[in-house]
DNA sequence: CCGGTTTACGAAAACGATTTCGTAAATAAA
DNA sequence: TTTATTTACGAAATCGTTTTCGTAAACCGG
């Protein structure tokens, strides 16, 4: 059971290796009655090149990174898919990295890359990272990389990402439209411009209502869930209980309904609640849950097709270096009016 | 910005591209004071080796590939977040492949590894294979694969599973003790082992409660959204629509939410459901959903410590070849008795 | 028939790391 | 003091492809 290569097939054509090579590459320089033989042997033999010989020697791996915090998450598992079908249907073999939040792990995985192991990357950022220095690094050793979703203020590298501001903007106004009149912000700690992006929006909704931006109704949830369940119950007990909540992360609209259930507040009868989620099911919630939902498939997508434009070098200039696909404000009962 | 690799770190500390090498693996062959110095101006100059490099020389390129059905899924994204945390620890890189339930696409992705790419292999079946040549011929080359959830019978390839089959028992039998007399099964079309081992639990619950087994109560739903919505509504809208399903798919308990919402189907009072499912939402369902939840994480890190054990030649003989994972029964309210 | 161009192939040098040997010097053993 | 052994390093082969050259032979026009 020796392992067939371009060695293997020449010997027993009584070529030599090089021509093989050519010949499995379609070159001109090779006979058609050579490239004949040559291909067929190779079928007969079931010889697959050996890519790491390839890579080194060519230099270019056909291999891309995506680095992303999470991936037991409904946004990011379909963003993966997006990018895979793309980079299947281009030859390219994709490697998964999970930061977990974590600037530390980011950079140590992000490190590694400097040694031509991909010729890409898409990266959507941890929650903790406040200085792109380890992302342009690359960018600056000719590694073409690609934000995502969670991207750097402030950078010209390429980027994909979605409405974030005026989602909160709308999401924000759906409250007020429908009565809201105490509306509060939930997010959670973190450094990323999404957020602030989201807050943005949900404050000049307010503000072009001529409504009071109160600091007490944006809530910042630390990461420890006993914590989050006490300051979040404050805000749903306290004597000026918001009736709207604009939810910037699924994790908190989730943290609320179960609140609300164990405080027996009424959804959406006495708090409304609309939330940034990809969930599959926030229509089978109770009661079902308004939602942003974001183009995760798409933008995956995106992502993937700016990065092999750029790592095949093509029009480089003419490829927008930001991208924004909008998300979707989809109501449901979570936001419902009564009656009257 | 010339590449810095063994030869420019060797050069420049007037030694040999040999010694440095063996400096940086921490050889005995090596001076300790020469080491020092391989080692200070490999971090200075932020060497990092090159993995095509070292892949094609060593035949190990400390990357495991996993091959699964979906990634946009409850289960299958929380495996993989299983996976990646033992890659991630043990210095191993993810390669992810979906198949989309396509055995003509496992099979182009599996014969990719015969190059030795990958030093492993983790697999989760398409719903379409019915058989695995194209995965022991890689076990027979020399690189080791793990089966993983959906796994073929009759094979004796290295498995993790959970226990499907008295799972299927004990969801029937959950239904059955809150007085469902009809009880139904709901799967879609697909050869995969986990099914028939689900609908044999729930025939054998059956059997033990000396209640029919009738063909009607077992549905195998199509492909086509369309044509599921008609067959399952013709189920629970007939003449002796069941009072109890076993949705052994997650998308067929979603449906038959939605269906039982149009047709205005009480659950529980008129139908009781219980569904194999990973949702973290099924608490917030509307009515919540008992559920069976697979140890989706732990399987995953199971079969990543197995392979990795296989990979690195450790007591093979030591490793069972199957490992079984228990399931965890979730009573909700959408199986919940009215109280007398 | 003769210089010039194709055509079709092979030799050999990369790519960057690892590993097997060989060997001078230093050390230990006899 | 002589022999044996260790220590510490370098030369060179190797992994499997790709790619640049070099070059016989065939082909061409005039």
Redesign the pocket.
């Known amino acids: 059971m020796q392992?067939i290569?371009?060695?293997t097939l020449?010997s027993a054509l009584?070529?030599?290796?090089?021509?093989?090579?050519?010949a499995?590459?379609d070159s001109?320089?090779?006979?058609?009655?050579?490239k004949q033989r040559v291909w067929q042997l190779a079928r007969e033999l079931d010889?697959?090149?050996?890519p790491?010989?390839?890579s080194?020697?060519?230099?270019r791996s056909k291999i891309i990174a995506v680095v992303i915090p999470e991936v037991a998450d409904s946004f990011f598992s379909l963003a993966i898919k997006g990018i895979e079908a793309v980079a299947q249907q281009k030859g390219y073999h994709t490697l998964i990295y999970l930061t977990y939040e974590s600037l530390t792990k980011e950079q140590t995985i992000l490190h590694d890359f400097q040694?031509g192991r991909v010729d890409g990357i898409i990266i959507s950022l941890s929650g903790q990272t406040t200085h792109i220095d380890h992302v342009t690094a690359l960018e600056r050793k000719g590694i073409p990389v690609v934000l995502f979703d969670r991207i750097f203020e402030g950078t010209t590298l390429p980027r994909i990402i979605t409405n974030d501001r005026e989602s909160g903007y709308l999401a924000t106004r759906h409250l007020l439209q429908r009565q809201c009149r105490r509306i509060g912000f939930l997010s959670v700690s973190d450094s990323l411009s999404i957020t602030k992006q989201r807050q943005t929006g949900y404050i000049a909704a307010l503000e072009e209502a001529t409504m009071p931006v109160l600091p007490e109704y944006m809530l910042t949830l630390p990461d420890e869930r006993a914590e989050q369940e006490i300051i979040l119950s404050g805000l749903l007990t306290g004597p000026d209980a918001p009736d709207g909540l604009v939810a910037s992360v699924e994790k908190t609209a989730i943290l609320t309904y179960q609140l609300c259930e164990k405080l027996c507040i009424p959804i959406p009868e006495q708090l409304k609640v609309i939330s940034f989620s990809n969930l599959e099911t926030a229509s089978l919630l109770n009661p079902s849950l308004s939602t942003i939902t974001q183009p995760a498939f798409d933008m995956g997508e995106a992502a993937a097709s700016t990065l092999f434009n750029l790592v095949e070098g093509k029009n480089i200039r003419s490829m927008p270096t930001i991208q924004c696909i909008p998300s979707e404000l989809i109501p449901r009962r979570s936001t419902q009016q009564a009656a009257e």
Chains 1, 2 share one sequence.
Do not use: C, M
Request: without cysteine; proline residues 6%.
């Open positions: 392992t290569n371009l060695k020449a009584g070529l030599s290796v090089s021509t093989v090579s050519k499995l590459q001109h320089e090779i006979s058609p009655e050579t010889y697959v090149p050996n790491h010989a390839s080194l020697r060519r230099k040694s």
